[in-house]
């Protein structure tokens, strides 16, 4: 009798407890995803403005023929920017070969490995206090840059970005344009 009482109070006890829970499922760790690689930069400016810079694609913000993309210096600098298409186009004013050393292609979607000029609107511009040329534009706001690819200089692969405190796009004056900063691409076949 004291066995099935034992037994009874055992049974008692359990049903009282919290019903054990099935061991959580193993999370698997997301795969790091290395940074991207740096651009070194070869330019006065672009080595006292940002020095390297990293590239990398943003989330979209809404409009699929907008893609964004994040440009961070070295020194902490970071613009996020929306592709503005055919912008390049538009601005009829601008010399492109004077701007970058070379002839360049203004359409959307070039020749892959073609001189091409794409035109990009600053959604942010985050400057660290201790920066200490501030950002392309100085201390002004940086609107726009124009960002050049396949572009080739003694051999050497470069990338070279023209910035614009301008307001508006096309800008209406020469006096908006702030700087031009170079760029060689990481090791890379597809630049």
């Keep these: 009798m004291r066995l099935v009482c034992v037994a009874l109070s055992l049974t008692a006890l359990a049903a009282c407890q919290p019903a054990l829970q099935p061991p959580a499922p193993s999370v698997?760790?997301?795969p790091v995803v290395p940074p991207p690689p740096p651009f070194t930069a070869v330019s006065d400016n672009a080595?006292?403005?940002t020095g390297g810079v990293t590239l990398s694609a943003e989330p979209g913000s809404g409009d699929e023929d907008k893609p964004s993309m994040k440009l961070v210096g070295v020194n902490g600098l970071a613009y996020v920017t929306d592709l503005l298409p055919e912008a390049a186009d538009v601005a009829v004013a601008i010399d492109w070969k004077i701007l970058f050393g070379e002839d360049v292609v203004t359409v959307a979607n070039p020749a892959r490995g073609a001189?091409?000029?794409?035109v990009?609107?600053?959604l942010s511009e985050d400057m660290p206090v201790n920066a200490a040329n501030g950002g392309f534009c100085g201390g002004a706001r940086?609107?726009?840059i124009a960002l050049a690819?396949?572009?080739?200089?003694?051999?050497q692969k470069l990338m070279s970005i023209a910035a614009f405190s301008s307001d508006v796009w096309p800008p209406q004056s020469p006096n908006?344009?702030?700087?031009?900063y170079t760029y060689a691409p990481p090791d890379s076949p597809d630049f």
Excluded: M, P, W
């Design 28 to 30: 698997v760790d997301a």
């Design 149 to 155: 690819t396949g572009l080739e200089q003694n051999g």
């Design 115 to 118: 001189a091409s000029v794409q």
């Design 176 to 180: 908006v344009l702030c700087g031009v």
């Design 142 to 144: 940086t609107n726009y």
């Design 120 to 122: 990009h609107t600053i």
């Design 47 to 49: 080595r006292a403005v």
